[in-house]
């Protein structure tokens, strides 16, 4: 259900042994309450409404090797797209250029209707990320991870704690709040990294792999949330 008319994009890489994983999440509810953007108009791109990323012959290169060679596709506001490939196929590659975090050799992408390459600050306002590697500090408790991209993204004082209260109860992670992050188990970390970033409410959402290396318990935890 999309409780409102702002787009709102969920894009997933998975390897072939996780198809199954994309049938569930293709099934799941997008939720987007307001628009965390509306007032910020360097930020906002009212006239985008779709596709919401647009990709135009992006490629990568590292020395002689070409790791995304002239990649296009476009995808519409409210879909989950999910890009699928065998190991070394170029998936991450591709969500690090459009993450703004790797510049790509030649081509372009607009991400939000924003260009990864002229406009990167405003992309990463526009975006969530939950990368492959673990990105949350496990020497805090899943709170003052939470707190802590609030700040970041800028998210006025008075609203972070029903903020953070609301993305802790939607992965179900109210109770342990208050522990430290390295004590959870790794299906709750995970869901503690969407609840980060979905916690400014981006317009486009990427998940790198979430569920490589989970058991099937929390593999199935992580797609229902």
């Not at 987007?32 to 910020?40: A, G, R, T, V, W």
């Not at 009212?46 to 596709?73: C, K, M, Q, Y």
């Amino acid at each position: 259900r999309v409780q409102r008319a702002g787009p709102v994009l969920i894009c997933c890489l998975l390897s072939q042994s996780q198809m199954h994983a994309q049938i569930q999440c293709v099934s799941a509810d997008i939720v987007c309450n307001s628009d965390p953007y509306s007032h910020l108009e360097i930020v906002y791109n009212p006239t985008v409404i779709s596709p919401v990323v647009e990709i135009d012959n992006l490629t990568r290169r590292f020395g002689e090797f070409t790791a995304v060679d002239s990649l296009s596709l476009a995808s519409n506001a409210g879909e989950v797209f999910g890009l699928l490939g065998s190991n070394g196929a170029g998936k991450s590659t591709t969500i690090k250029m459009l993450t703004t975090l790797l510049p790509p050799s030649s081509g372009e992408a607009r991400v939000g209707g924003f260009s990864i390459t002229t406009q990167p600050v405003e992309v990463r306002r526009a975006i969530g990320y939950v990368p492959q590697a673990v990105s949350v500090d496990g020497s805090l408790t899943g709170y003052e991870n939470l707190l802590i991209f609030a700040k970041l993204y800028d998210i006025p004082h008075r609203e972070q704690e029903a903020r953070i209260r609301e993305q802790l109860n939607l992965v179900d992670l109210s109770r342990e709040a208050g522990r430290l992050v390295n004590q959870y188990s790794g299906g709750m970390v995970r869901r503690l990294e969407i609840a980060q970033s979905t916690l400014h409410r981006p317009r486009v959402l990427f998940l790198d792999e979430p569920t490589v290396g989970l058991d099937p318990i929390a593999r199935d935890a992580v797609w229902k949330h």
